[in-house]
C-alpha cells in the first residue's frame, strides 16, 4: 500500500509563486508516476502535471511554461514536487495529488483514494 499526503498550498496574489509537496510512503517501489490534480468549483478534477518513475513529464496546457513538476527519491518515501509560478486567478482549486495505475491513462483509474488535497487561492 501507498498513502500519500499533499501540503504547501495557500493565499497568493496573482503573479505569485507556491511549492506543493506530496509525499508518498509505503510500497513506493510500486509507484509508476504521481500526479498532481486540481478541481475548481463546479468543474471536474483534472490533471495539471504528472512524472513517471522514469522522470518523464506531462503537463496540461494550462500549465506549460508556469509549473513544474520535479520529484525527489529517498529511502522510504518519494516526494513530488509542484513548482507554481505566474499563478493565475483561474488556477484557484484544490490541488491533489494521486498515482494512476497505468501512466499511460493519467485521468484513468488511481491506486489510491483521493485525500483531502491542499487548497491554492489566487486572488487579482
Known amino acids: 500500500q501507498v498513502q500519500q499526503v499533499e501540503s504547501g498550498g495557500g493565499l497568493v496574489q496573482a503573479g505569485g509563486s507556491l511549492r506543493l509537496s506530496c509525499v508518498a510512503s509505503?510500497?513506493?517501489?510500486?509507484?509508476?508516476?504521481i500526479g498532481w490534480y486540481r478541481q475548481a468549483p463546479g468543474k471536474q478534477r483534472e490533471l495539471v502535471a504528472g512524472?513517471?518513475?522514469?522522470?518523464?513529464?506531462?503537463?496540461a496546457d494550462s500549465a506549460k511554461g508556469r509549473f513544474t513538476i520535479s520529484r525527489d527519491n529517498a529511502r522510504n518515501t518519494v516526494t513530488v514536487y509542484l513548482q507554481m509560478n505566474s499563478l493565475k486567478p483561474e488556477d484557484t482549486a484544490v490541488y491533489y495529488c494521486?498515482?494512476?495505475?497505468?501512466?499511460?491513462?493519467?485521468?484513468?483509474?488511481?491506486?489510491?483514494?483521493w485525500g483531502q488535497g491542499t487548497q491554492v487561492t489566487v486572488s487579482s
Open positions: 494521486n498515482l494512476p495505475v497505468s501512466v499511460g491513462s493519467w485521468t484513468g483509474p488511481m491506486v489510491r483514494s
Open positions: 512524472i513517471t518513475r522514469g522522470g518523464t513529464t506531462t503537463y
Open positions: 509505503g510500497s513506493i517501489f510500486s509507484i509508476n508516476g
